[in-house]
């Protein structure tokens, strides 16, 4: 089954402590990016990467860290995480074969983040 | 740079109720267009999609129209179900080789309640 894995779903933590977060997808897909929703903004990209080695900034980059190895994973790392980084945060893949821009992004299921 | 509006939120309907959900954009050449519903605890599935204008995009009885000429893609559906309960995202992706390439600009988010 084709699919986007994030994890954790769910954490609490605390102000300063280094987390990463976790996205796979098996769908061999050259794009992948980050997400952050929260109310009444929608979802603001935060960084994305056309392929292995090639990260870029979204639109919300401070305080995070993103790194591509592999194709299929791409992790977010809070270096030192704030109240302001609680969110909600999704990954998203999608093929570049094309090279249009009409292929659509497959979203993992989320990871709420709360930092006290 | 790119934006996307929705309607203010939330809207709460009947069953069997005809819906609309306006939707319009600022973008720069000719963008795609989409729809995303997320249901509750959920990732974002795509809805549909329309990749030029005048392009229908349609999926589960729901229906958007490419009408560049409003700078808009509404959302309609002719008679809602309790299942259709969730938040939909209007979104758009820059062309291909621009700067904007691959990334999903959202609005804003508009809950649906319907009640049987």
């Known amino acids: 089954e084709a699919q986007v894995t994030q994890n954790p779903r769910y954490l609490i933590t605390v102000t300063g402590k280094k987390l990463t977060v976790t996205c796979s997808q098996n769908?061999?897909?050259?794009?992948m990016s980050w997400y952050r929703q929260d109310p009444g903004l929608g979802l603001r990209q935060i960084y994305y990467s056309m392929n292995v080695e090639v990260t870029d900034k979204g639109d919300v980059p401070e305080g995070y860290k993103v790194s591509r190895k592999e194709k299929r994973n791409f992790p977010l790392i809070l270096e030192s995480p704030s109240p302001n980084q609680t969110s909600l945060y999704f990954c998203a893949s999608s093929s570049t074969r094309t090279a249009y821009s009409n292929q659509p992004q497959h979203f993992g299921d989320g990871t709420r983040l709360s930092i006290l | 740079g790119n934006s996307v509006t929705q309607m203010e939120g939330p809207v709460t309907l009947s069953e069997e109720a005809f819906l609309t959900i306006n939707c319009t954009y600022t973008a720069t050449g000719y963008p795609s267009l989409f729809w995303y519903v997320q249901y509750p605890g959920e990732g974002l599935q795509l809805l549909l999609k329309a990749t030029k204008a005048d392009d229908k995009g349609s999926n589960k009885g729901f229906e958007a129209t490419y009408r560049k000429e409003t700078t808009s893609f509404h959302l309609e559906k002719g008679s809602v179900q309790v299942s259709d309960s969730a938040v939909y995202f209007c979104a758009l992706s820059g062309n291909a080789g621009g700067t904007s390439y691959g990334k999903l600009t959202f609005g804003q988010g508009t809950i649906l309640t319907v009640h049987p």
């Open positions: 769908m061999n897909h050259e794009y």
